[in-house]
């Protein structure tokens, strides 16, 4: 089975400063992994996914994730927070092989103080 | 632009009476998805259409049916509404046979029931 655990359900930060959110998976075989982010009464967005291409991931806005499987972890940055990041971000887990079956995290709401 | 669309946006119906939302995409994904989304909780996967199978998640309750008439549409059926179902309800979609596709979500309908 695959899960994934989101550390801290709310992150606050000050605009512009760095943006950490964690995430640690579990998998019995090499996942593929993602981040999705959602603005209040908004459907999920990708931010980016982790394709076993490469480890350092760069997504949409500035996001990026760091695949560590010494780790198993798959944490989110961004080195400077806008008052626009606000929102919740979920960390996903898919199992490979045929279409996406997805688990997702419980999710971090990230505040932005100005 | 490509997309995924649901309506209505937001659905009020009344304890027991049932109560139908639709999702249409312009993606030409073969998979569908319904998933539902509680206050500050994950998305929970309700069930999902490879093709026209459907498959349904062991803890759906049978409250809950769903209809894929065309490779664009499906519906999420609530033949009998109760006050744990109010939620966000959203539709998602895929790509067969690429692992690594992201889902494509819509911006969700929040049933309230009273």
């Known amino acids: 089975a695959q899960s994934v655990t989101q550390l801290g359900s709310h992150v606050s930060v000050s605009e512009g400063a760095l943006v950490l959110l964690r995430c640690n998976y579990s998998s019995s075989v090499p996942p593929y992994l993602f981040w999705y982010v959602q603005y209040p009464n908004q459907g999920l967005q990708l931010l980016l996914k982790y394709t076993s291409a490469a480890t350092l991931v760069k997504g949409i806005n500035g996001f990026e994730a760091e695949f560590k499987k010494s780790e198993t972890s798959f944490h989110l940055t961004k080195p400077s927070a806008h008052m626009s990041d606000a929102a919740e971000y979920f960390c996903a887990v898919s199992r490979p092989g045929g279409y996406q079956k997805v688990t997702f995290g419980t999710g971090t709401k990230l505040q932005v103080i100005p | 632009d490509a997309m995924v669309i649901q309506n209505p946006r937001y659905q009020v119906t009344q304890f027991g009476k049932p109560v139908t939302l639709s999702c249409s995409q312009t993606?030409?994904?073969?998979?569908m998805y319904w998933y539902q989304q509680k206050s500050s909780q994950a998305p929970k996967l309700l069930f999902h259409?490879?093709?026209?199978?459907?498959?349904n998640e062991a803890d759906t309750p049978d409250n809950f049916q769903s209809r894929r008439p065309n490779t664009s549409f499906c519906f999420l059926d609530i033949r009998s509404p109760g006050l744990g179902d109010a939620a966000m309800y959203l539709c998602?979609?895929?790509?067969?046979?690429?692992?690594?596709?992201?889902?494509?979500f819509g911006n969700g309908t929040r049933l309230t029931v009273t």
């Open positions: 993606l030409n994904h073969n998979v």
């Open positions: 998602a979609t895929s790509r067969q046979g690429s692992d690594n596709s992201p889902l494509h």
């Open positions: 259409y490879y093709d026209k199978d459907f498959n």
